[in-house]
Structures are given as structure tokens and as C-alpha cells.
């Protein structure tokens, strides 16, 4: 049988993040979301809200990027950052930073993507 | 790659390799309608996604939800895709709305992006004209790729350059965004792009 919609579980998203539309720490929409296997399951998420809950059942299955994780549960990307922030400062899951050439170009991460890209299509 | 254990009318996911460290975002951007989803779509390796953000109806990103109601706000839509470079590397293809009431979405986006491939449509090349600029104002290096719909007369390349009055180290591509094939090659030629610029500047 198919499960009920998800969505209609979901309160507002102003209420998800108690106000806050601005995470602490800063993600890209393609940081790396990875949960901490050693975090004890269980206990720990007992006082998460549904939606932190419902992030870190996605993330079990492996990493995601942040704005992934926002599509799949079907939140806004300021909200689903603002629960990747708290999360992380709770210890269940850590990021990881996108590879940012904004500063400086990188020639040997450009020519990655350029051989990726033509053994793909 | 495994798949979360619900399906609720949405694409299950897809989790990334074990092994990815890194990933890189390029921001495919356009008027309305000129193939951006498709385009997506067709390179994407995952079923496109889609998130969507709160934007006020002036365009600012909402700063205080507890302040906003409904009325106030809209949403506006992104699609994007992916695709495993490597068993380290992963990129991200951001179809990105043009219109420039979307400033603060377009920071975000284009925070960190390798550059941008801008589609275009020779029947209203005009339309490209405040996409490039948001382009331009981010900094972002770009090429465009001219999406050949169906129906469309043959047309001089040329004239296309001048029109958009490109500079002459733009790349100008043409390209069918439902063929991976030809997709692939429009971003190729980007990226070439890319290699090659940052060879100059930092030799």
C-alpha cells in the first residue's frame, strides 16, 4: 500500500526552523551532506523535530548535496540549511565543502570535469 | 548507489559513489521556455530535481519566515541535475531562472559555479539580453549555445555573435538540449572554455 504523502505531515516552514531563515554555518546548494555512522540511533533523535528526522533518514542511504536533500524533502533550500546547520552542530551529520574555484581557477580540477565530461557523452 | 526507503511521487533518490569528495556546480541559464529543464534532463545521470526557494514579491529571499505570510511571497524554481565525472568528482547542473528580480538566488547559485552555458533562442535573442547580464555582473564565464528548435530556419552564426555582441573569445555553440550528444558537446565547449582562460590567467 502506498504510504500517505509526506508533504501533508510537513507544518510551515517558518516553523521548521523556529524563524530562522539563515543557518549559522554557511552550505552551498552542492555541500556534501554525509550522516555520522557512530552517532548511537535511537536516543539521540528522540527530541529531533519530524523534519530533522526525516533528513537524516535520507541521508542513511548515503551522501547527498544540500539542494538534493531540499528536493527530496520537498523544503525550501534556506529551510533544509537552516536543519543541515543544526544537525551539524549536534554531531549527526558532518559536510563537506564543494570544490570552489571562485578565488582562483583550478586548471587540474577544470581538466577533471573536461575528461569527465568527454568519457561520459 | 542505493535509494531512500519511501516513494511518495517524487524520484527516490539516488545517493553519490562512496568515493565522491568533491563536487562542482555550472549554472545553465535562460529566458523562460528556451530549453534550460531539458537540457538539464537530458545530461542528468538522476531523474532533473527541483527545489524551490521563498522569494518575496519584491524578489529579496526571505531573511525572517516568521515575518511573511502567503500573500507576500512566491516561490520560484530550479531544476537540476547531475552528473558523476568521476569516481571522485561530481557535478551539478543548475537550470537558473533569468529574470534579475532573483538577485539574492542567483548569489547563491552562483557562488562557487565553474561558469555558466547561456541558452539562447535565435528567434528572441533580445530575451538573452538581461540573462547575460546577470551573467556578466557575477562574474561568471560563460558560453552560449543556441538551442535549435524544431522548425527554425538555418541562420548565420555570425549575425548571431553580433547580435548578442559577444566578445570574440566567447565560445558560440549550436546545440539540440533534448540530444545528450549535442548537450554534452555545448557544455564541453564550455568547459574548454574554462581550461583554457584559466591557463591564461594563471599559467
Redesign the interface.
Given at each position: 500500500m502506498r504510504p500517505p504523502r509526506r508533504d501533508s505531515g510537513l507544518v510551515r516552514p517558518y516553523v521548521v526552523t523556529g524563524g530562522r531563515a539563515h543557518s549559522r554555518i554557511s552550505f552551498d546548494l552542492v555541500s556534501l551532506v554525509i550522516t555520522v555512522d557512530d552517532k548511537p540511533s535511537g536516543g539521540p533523535e528522540a527530541g529531533l523535530s519530524p523534519e530533522k528526522r526525516s533528513l537524516l533518514a535520507l541521508c542513511r542511504g548515503g551522501a547527498l548535496s544540500v539542494a538534493e536533500i531540499a528536493a527530496h524533502l520537498a523544503l525550501p533550500v534556506a529551510v533544509t540549511k537552516v536543519l543541515i546547520g543544526d544537525l551539524t552542530d549536534s554531531g549527526h551529520i558532518v559536510t563537506r565543502a564543494p570544490a570552489s574555484p571562485a578565488t582562483r581557477p583550478d586548471i587540474q580540477l577544470l581538466q577533471e570535469v573536461l575528461d569527465g565530461l568527454r568519457a561520459l557523452v | 548507489?542505493?535509494?531512500?526507503?519511501?516513494?511518495?511521487?517524487?524520484?527516490r533518490?539516488v545517493?553519490?559513489g562512496?568515493a565522491?569528495?568533491?563536487?562542482?556546480?555550472i549554472l545553465i541559464v535562460g529566458h523562460f521556455a528556451v530549453g534550460k529543464t531539458t537540457l538539464v534532463g537530458a545530461?542528468s545521470e538522476i531523474p532533473p530535481?527541483?527545489?524551490?526557494?521563498?522569494m518575496t514579491q519584491a524578489g529579496a529571499?526571505?531573511?525572517?519566515?516568521?515575518g511573511?505570510t502567503g500573500k507576500d511571497t512566491t516561490?520560484v524554481a530550479?531544476d537540476?541535475g547531475?552528473?558523476?565525472?568521476?569516481p571522485r568528482?561530481?557535478?551539478?547542473l543548475?537550470g537558473a531562472p533569468g529574470q534579475q528580480r532573483f538577485q539574492r538566488l542567483w548569489r547563491?547559485?552562483a557562488?562557487?559555479a565553474?561558469g555558466a552555458l547561456v541558452l539562447a533562442d535565435v528567434r528572441r535573442l533580445d530575451a538573452s539580453f538581461p540573462v547575460m547580464d546577470m551573467v556578466e555582473e557575477y562574474g561568471l564565464p560563460y558560453a552560449v549555445a543556441v538551442n535549435q528548435f524544431d522548425g527554425v530556419p538555418a541562420f548565420d552564426t555570425g549575425a548571431v555573435r553580433g547580435a548578442l555582441d559577444l566578445l570574440e573569445e566567447t565560445p558560440l555553440v549550436v546545440c539540440d538540449a533534448r540530444d545528450?550528444?549535442s548537450?554534452?558537446?555545448a557544455?564541453?565547449t564550455l568547459?574548454?572554455y574554462?581550461?583554457a582562460?584559466?591557463?591564461k590567467?594563471?599559467p
Open positions: - | 548507489m542505493g535509494s531512500a526507503p519511501w516513494s511518495d511521487g517524487r524520484p533518490a545517493y553519490l562512496d565522491v569528495e568533491r563536487a562542482v556546480k545530461l530535481l527541483r527545489t524551490e526557494e521563498i529571499l526571505v531573511d525572517d519566515l516568521a511573511v516561490t530550479m537540476f547531475r552528473l558523476t565525472l568521476n568528482l561530481v557535478l551539478y543548475f547563491d547559485m557562488y562557487g565553474l545528450r550528444a548537450a554534452g558537446a557544455l564541453i568547459v574548454q574554462l581550461h582562460r584559466a591557463t590567467e594563471h
